[in-house]
């Protein structure tokens, strides 16, 4: 039976939201191949964090070590390779953040492991796990089998598992010792800088409506707005917008920007270019509004307006007010 181990991600001692989404795929998994789930968390310090896991995960593995006071691909790969090196058949299941993509690859060489990065789905088929991810700047989803591989390391796309709190029964911590020799680790953390704040968390928003250089160079922020705000949403934009200064930095979507997860993504005069896009695949309903049809943004929107959005949102705000009575 394949064990499910699922890796806690944290920071100044918070565990972070894609610890959860990694633990509500790992529930779904365990349950679908029949195995044991452990959450896995290495810090300096498990006061809080493990007993709030435990309240979630059957399991939960401590490793308490000086060396995890901060996050270092170096020592973790260290750790998790000497945990689950009698462990198989196992999948290690993980976010896709910065952090884990600097630990995932290395982690799985070492574990002689099968990887598959930013899954966003995953089936079981007589007792075999597949992911699924997407390829060639999000255009196909492909499937990846993992051809009798009895380790799996998988990563998932922020987003796509969202978290039930009480989904698995409460469970125990069991400490385990540091396997981490004492030897300095090759890489070294020098210090946290703490992201420009805003006003708003355009991470943690539910509507969102995104600006891009279709607005021309000297637009009326007020239409836009006062948009966002019969929508009940929050402003973001492309990087054009911050370049031109008409957005501060922490509102830029995309690779160099923010990840963004809202129920609704409303795109005005957004061409769709990958790196944008790839700050939207957690949005489950993305709507474009491009006066250009062959704009790549509607191959990943579920609904497109091809119109001048100089038309088209006046009329949007007339109709959400409309139906709001
Ligand atoms: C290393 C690197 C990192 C990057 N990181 C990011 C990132 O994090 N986020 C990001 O957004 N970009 C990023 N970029 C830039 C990215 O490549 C694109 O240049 C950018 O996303 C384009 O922004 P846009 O869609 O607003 O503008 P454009 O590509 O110029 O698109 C404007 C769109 O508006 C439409 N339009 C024009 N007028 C109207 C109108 N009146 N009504 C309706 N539609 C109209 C046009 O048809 C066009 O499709 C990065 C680039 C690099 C090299």
């Not at 610890?19 to 029949?34: F, H």
């Amino acid at each position: 039976m394949t064990r499910i181990f699922v890796l806690a991600e944290h920071r100044l001692q918070k565990l972070r939201d894609a610890t959860w989404e990694a633990l509500e795929a790992g529930r779904k998994l365990a349950a679908d191949l029949g195995g044991e789930l452990n959450c896995i968390l290495l810090t300096d310090n498990a006061a809080g964090m493990a007993d709030e896991l435990a309240k979630e995960c059957p399991k939960v593995l401590v490793v308490e070590d000086p060396k995890f006071e901060t996050f270092n691909s170096d020592s973790a790969m260290k750790a998790l390779a000497a945990i689950l090196s009698d462990k198989a058949p196992f999948m290690l299941v993980m976010g896709n953040s910065n952090s884990m993509m600097d630990l995932a690859p290395g982690l799985a060489v070492a574990l002689d492991a099968a990887l598959a990065t930013d899954c966003f789905a995953f089936e079981v088929k007589d007792g075999r796990p597949a992911a699924f991810r997407q390829m060639y700047n999000y255009k196909v989803n492909a499937k990846v089998s993992f051809k009798g591989a009895e380790k799996i390391v998988v990563t998932l796309r922020g987003g796509a598992f969202p978290f039930s709190s009480g989904g698995g029964a409460a469970g125990a911590v069991e400490k385990i010792a540091s396997p981490v020799a004492d030897e300095a680790p090759r890489k070294r953390f020098l210090n946290y800088v703490e992201a420009e704040k805003g006003d708003v968390d355009i991470a943690s928003a539910d509507i969102i409506v995104s600006l891009g250089r279709g607005i021309g160079d000297e637009p009326d922020m007020e239409i836009f707005e006062s948009l966002a705000d019969a929508m009940g949403g929050v402003l973001a934009c492309s990087r054009p917008i911050v370049d031109k200064n008409l957005l501060p930095k922490y509102h830029q979507v995309g690779t160099s920007g923010v990840e963004v997860k809202p129920k609704v993504y409303l795109a005005l005069g957004i061409s769709g270019a990958f790196q944008h896009v790839g700050g939207i695949k957690g949005a489950p309903l993305i709507v474009a509004v491009n006066k250009d049809a062959k704009a790549p943004i509607f191959r990943v929107a579920q609904y497109g307006i091809v119109g001048d959005l100089n038309e088209v949102v006046p009329a949007l705000e007339e109709k959400i007010k409309d139906l709001k009575g």
